[in-house]
Each structure stands twice: as structure tokens, then as C-alpha cells.
Nanobody, 115 residues
């Protein structure tokens, strides 16, 4: 049973923008922290950005000022607006949602930045 559905990845040129979306199914009850991670080829998965239920955000230094995480609690969804993309942003991006009883991962969406 799929709990998190991601969308919005794709191919983009350097300097371009993409917006990732992640929708949690209703079985994911009252998400607390929501986050985006990414994993580039040959590298470990790394945290990109987090957002609390109240809206407080945190970003990896590498994306500060370029990426914006947001959420819609009514829709059980989290978003990642990515601007000024660089080649180094190429990775599979994963949505992560924590509740009081479980942690969920999305299936991943590929973001490829290429000239």
C-alpha cells in the first residue's frame, strides 16, 4: 500500500526550476515533521530540507536561498520549490514524513540537471 506519492521530477537545464510534490494518503495520520532527502549516484542519501507541522523550516547549506519547502496540512502534502538548479542537484529526491507512530518514505522522483 502506497502511503506517499511524489511527483514533479524531470529534466531541466542549469538555472532552471522544478517543483516537487508529495501527497500522503489518509492512513498517514497527522504528520509531524516532513522532509525532502536526495541521493545522487554513488553518494549517500542526504537531508535537503525539513518543515515542522507549525511551519518552521531548515535547509542544507547547499540549497539555502535556492530551495523552499512548504506544506499543506489540510492536504497532507509537502512541496519543494527548487530554483537556480545546478548540475550538483541531480539526484533522486525522496519525500519523508514522520508521525507519532511511524516514518514513511516516498518512492523517489528523479531530478536531472543537464545542459
Amino acid at each position: 500500500q502506497v502511503q506517499l506519492v511524489e511527483s514533479g521530477g524531470g529534466l531541466v537545464q542549469p538555472g532552471g526550476s522544478l517543483r516537487l510534490s508529495c501527497a500522503a494518503s489518509r492512513i498517514v495520520v497527522r504528520p509531524n515533521d516532513m522532509a525532502w532527502y536526495r541521493q545522487a549516484p554513488g553518494k549517500q542519501r542526504e537531508l535537503v530540507a525539513t518543515i515542522t507541522r507549525g511551519g518552521s523550516t531548515n535547509y542544507a547549506d547547499s540549497v539555502k536561498g535556492r530551495f523552499t519547502i512548504s506544506r499543506d496540512n489540510a492536504k497532507n502534502s509537502v512541496y519543494l520549490q527548487m530554483n537556480s538548479l545546478t548540475l550538483e542537484d541531480t539526484a533522486v529526491y525522496y519525500c519523508n514524513v514522520k508521525t507519532y507512530v511511524a516514518t514513511y518514505w516516498g518512492q523517489g522522483t528523479q531530478v536531472t540537471v543537464t545542459s
